[in-house]
C-alpha cells in the first residue's frame, strides 16, 4: 500500500495572501496580464478607459496612496476582481464624461488601496512618444 500524499497547500486569492512579497508579486503580474494601463497623462488614461481599457489611476486619499481601476467594460472589471479576489459588491458604478463628446458615458472602478494596492509597474506606464 502506497502512503497517501498531502495536497499542495492552496494559496489563498490575491487580496487574502498573508505573503506579502508573494502577493505583492501575484498583484503585479495580474496588472500586467489583464493588460491594465496606467498613464502620464490623465486624459489619455480616460481615453483608454472610455474605450473599454482597464486604466490604472493612482492618487492620494486621506493621505493614503490609493488607485482606481477604471473602465467602461464591466465585464473586465469583474474579471479582474475575481482574479484578485475582490468582493464584486465593492465595484463602483460612476457614470464618467467621456472627453472627446461631452457627453456621461457608463463606468465603474475598483478602488484598490492597501493589500492589494497595485505595484508601479514601468511594463504598463504608457508615456509620450
Not at 498583484?27 to 481599457?53: I, N, T
Not at 467621456?98 to 508601479?120: C, F, S
Amino acid at each position: 500500500m502506497t502512503p497517501a500524499r498531502t495536497p499542495p497547500p492552496q494559496i489563498p486569492p490575491i487580496a487574502q495572501d498573508p505573503d506579502s512579497r508573494r502577493r505583492h508579486a501575484r498583484l503585479r503580474e495580474l496588472v500586467f496580464a489583464a493588460g491594465c494601463r496606467e498613464f502620464v497623462k490623465r486624459r489619455e488614461g480616460m481615453l483608454h478607459a472610455m474605450d473599454g481599457g482597464l486604466w490604472l489611476h493612482r492618487h492620494v486619499w486621506l493621505g493614503e496612496p490609493l488607485v482606481h481601476l477604471v473602465s467602461t467594460d464591466r465585464m473586465r472589471l469583474e474579471a479582474f476582481g475575481d482574479a484578485c479576489g475582490l468582493k464584486r459588491s465593492r465595484l463602483q458604478y460612476k457614470p464618467l464624461k467621456d472627453p472627446r463628446t461631452g457627453v456621461r458615458r457608463e463606468a465603474w472602478h475598483w478602488d484598490l488601496g492597501g493589500p492589494v494596492y497595485p505595484p508601479i509597474d514601468e511594463r504598463i506606464v504608457m508615456r509620450e512618444e
